[in-house]
């Protein structure tokens, strides 16, 4: 029982609770920014290529700024990157709504904003994720991690849920008010964070050379640690064989498979949320697990083998949600020790580099996932689209696993 405590324990302690809250309130903002961005962009373009576009311009900034991002955070003061990333999300919020209220959005302004959108997040997550092992114990990490993926999955399902009321109510400028307030209550929660170890010396100078050099060291020192060289391995792979798949290739199912279109759509997406939330908690209601590599890539396996099986129970309902749900347990536990064994493996001074490259990998690409599995559904089954990625993942799991050196880890 005591245990179980441990995950709330971690949300007593001041500065993290202080943190979860302003992650939290960005996340949710940053869910409100996409929901209103696709209705907006078709309520006053009608146009499903801009709408694209934009999406991409939010997205690109991630392959170049994140590690810069992850580079910056091991040369300064995290606290004060973060207020940063904030402060420039909440003016352009502002101005945005601003230009809202007085009718005067266009597309040169979309794309603006969402550039500056980009960038802001692309500058947070890794500032994010880095700072967790500057606030707590090593010995609280996994709990700590498991309740900032729960913060993502909350805001992923409360977020949009909120920012739809607001539109169908109050219109869209309403919700970029609320999201400003909410950026609002972020920065203002991350005032009380308090002191941060820092383990590596801080720099006041600058030089684009030497932020590049970092950056550099950052892949050297992930190609020299097989562990960490195959995690951030895995982490893109997730990525290509998941994202993709979950985004085109689930509502493809809904639409060709099953009875019930878009309903069934909902429910099948809300299984995999589901049990990605559950995973999440349950990994961090655990004790502090000895193996964890073992215990990682062992539901990676498990992951990959319940995501081979997708496309071929697609007919029913009962049995995709069913195998969904258990594909969503084990990103939810897989993302959580991830993210710790980044975490405790980084040498002290580059955590924010190493970060920086996992979430690359993570999220970083999606545009390329997208890309390949819409190339790829048209010339094979929806069946073997998930069959090559759940093989993928499990395959790669199984040559790590085969690795001595990572399994002594």
Not at 109 to 137: E, R, Y
Not at 153 to 172: E, F, K, N, R
Not at 315 to 332: A, H, P, Q, V
Not at 350 to 378: C, E, H, K, N, Y
């Amino acid at each position: 029982m005591a245990h179980n405590v441990a995950l709330f324990a971690v949300i007593k302690e001041k500065r993290f609770r202080h943190f979860w809250f302003t992650q939290l309130f960005i996340l949710i903002a940053i869910q409100f920014y996409f929901i209103s961005l696709s209705w907006m962009t078709l309520e006053i373009t009608g146009s499903t290529v801009l709408l694209g576009t934009l999406l991409t311009i939010t997205a690109l900034p991630r392959l170049i700024i994140m590690p810069i991002g992850g580079a910056l955070t091991d040369l300064m003061n995290p606290k004060l990157l973060l207020r940063i990333t904030i402060g420039i999300l909440l003016i352009s919020s502002l101005v945005f709504t601003i230009l809202l209220y007085q009718q005067a959005v266009n597309e040169i302004t979309l794309m603006i904003f969402a550039g500056l959108f980009g960038i802001s997040t692309a500058l947070f997550l890794p500032v994010s994720f880095s700072m967790i092992p500057k606030l707590v114990d090593e010995s609280k990490l996994q709990s700590a991690n498991s309740l900032s993926q729960l913060s993502l999955q909350m805001s992923t399902t409360v977020g949009p849920a909120i920012a739809g009321i607001i539109i169908a109510y109050y219109g869209l400028p309403a919700v970029y008010v609320v999201l400003s307030l909410f950026l609002v209550c972020s920065y203002i929660v991350s005032l009380f964070i308090g002191t941060m170890e820092q383990k590596c010396k801080q720099q006041t100078r600058f030089s684009l050379i030497d932020l590049f050099k970092d950056i550099a060291e950052g892949i050297r020192i992930v190609r020299s640690i097989s562990l960490l060289a195959s995690l951030v391995l895995i982490s893109a792979l997730l990525n290509i064989s998941i994202i993709g798949p979950q985004q085109i290739g689930l509502p493809f199912i809904a639409s060709s498979t099953l009875d019930g279109g878009a309903e069934n759509l909902g429910f099948i997406l809300s299984a995999l949320g589901a049990g990605t939330l559950i995973g999440s908690l349950v990994i961090g209601l655990m004790k502090e697990i000895k193996s964890v590599v073992v215990v990682a890539f062992s539901m990676a396996i498990l992951l990959g083998i319940s995501w081979s099986f997708v496309g071929f129970l697609s007919e029913s309902l009962f049995m995709i949600s069913s195998i969904l749900f258990i594909s969503g347990l084990s990103i939810g536990v897989l993302n959580v020790l991830i993210l710790t064994l980044i975490q405790k493996k980084s040498p002290s001074h580059a955590v924010g580099r190493v970060m920086s490259l996992q979430l690359l990998g993570s999220t970083g690409i999606q545009p390329l996932s997208f890309l390949l599995v819409g190339w790829l559904l048209d010339i094979i089954s929806v069946e073997m689209l998930f069959l090559l990625g759940g093989g993928l993942i499990a395959g790669t799991a199984i040559v790590s696993l085969s690795n001595k050196n990572i399994r002594r880890v």
